[in-house]
T-cell receptor
Framework: AQTVTQSQPEMSVQEAETVTLSCTYDTSESDYYLFWYKQPPSRQMILVIRQEAYKQQNATENRFSVNFQKAAKSFSLKISDSQLGDAAMYFCAYRSRSNDYKLSFGAGTTVTVRA | GAVVSQHPSRVICKSGTSVKIECRSLDFQATTMFWYRQFPKQSLMLMATSNEGSKATYEQGVEKDKFLINHASLTLSTLTVTSAHPEDSSFYIC?????????????FGPGTRLTVL
């Protein structure tokens, strides 16, 4: 199974400021998917953003963007203009291009937004 | 958007009893469903993958006789925790994949909190 590492257990950000969450992964595959999921206090998992490894362009979804560095096996998430509703646990996840569709999750980073 | 429901949202049971958790895809046919377990402030751990009409595939270290998974229809998968013990207390999450759409995405249920006394 692929290993996904999130080295920041907790991050704190001031409202309206920017925070970057780090994620590295280990794989021998050349084609795969990477995801960031948000889990708010309700515990409902929400897909934030995804990146396909064969695409060089970094994915962006409104205030959320990624920095995908394939050679370094790094996939960081930037949250711009942080809002109180962004407070949650964020998980980085890896999925092979194979047919099993399994997700491997990192340990998660808890983001706190200060008003 | 695709919706996945879980029932019950919370369950408390006595040690030694069995508990069934349902996972339903409400507006799509889920060819594949996944069951995860999550301890407080920890990550999701994949327990098993189930495909409609076939036996579930369990991850290494997960007791298949303890955690019975049935995926009898394209919209329903069940997880039965048999002879539950306090160490089985956890948050259980299911997700489902819409195979017909070819979508990459897994849609997650809201989770079930199991407490075994």
């Amino acid at each position: 199974a692929q290993t996904v590492t999130q080295s920041q257990p907790e991050m704190s950000v001031q409202e309206a400021e920017t925070v970057t969450l780090s994620c590295t992964y280990d794989t021998s595959e050349s084609d795969y998917y990477l995801f960031w999921y948000k889990q708010p206090p309700s515990r409902q998992m929400i897909l934030v953003i995804r990146q396909e490894a064969y695409k060089q362009q970094n994915a962006t979804e409104n205030r959320f963007s990624v920095n995908f560095q394939k050679a370094a096996k790094s996939f960081s998430l930037k949250i711009s203009d942080s809002q109180l509703g962004d407070a949650a646990m964020y998980f980085c996840a890896y999925r092979s291009r194979s047919n099993d569709y399994k997700l491997s999750f990192g340990a998660g980073t808890t983001v706190t937004v200060r008003a | 958007g695709a919706v996945v429901s879980q029932h019950p949202s919370r369950v408390i049971c006595k040690s030694g009893t069995s508990v069934k958790i349902e996972c339903r895809s409400l507006d799509f046919q889920a060819t594949t469903m996944f069951w995860y377990r999550q301890f407080p402030k920890q990550s999701l751990m994949l327990m098993a993958t189930s495909n409609e009409g076939s036996k579930a595939t369990y991850e290494q270290g997960v007791e298949k006789d303890k955690f019975l998974i049935n995926h009898a229809s394209l919209t329903l998968s069940t997880l039965t925790v048999t002879s539950a013990h306090p160490e089985d207390s956890s948050f259980y999450i299911c997700s489902a994949r819409d195979g017909a759409s070819g979508s990459y995405e897994q849609f997650f249920g809201p989770g079930t909190r199991l407490t075994v006394l």
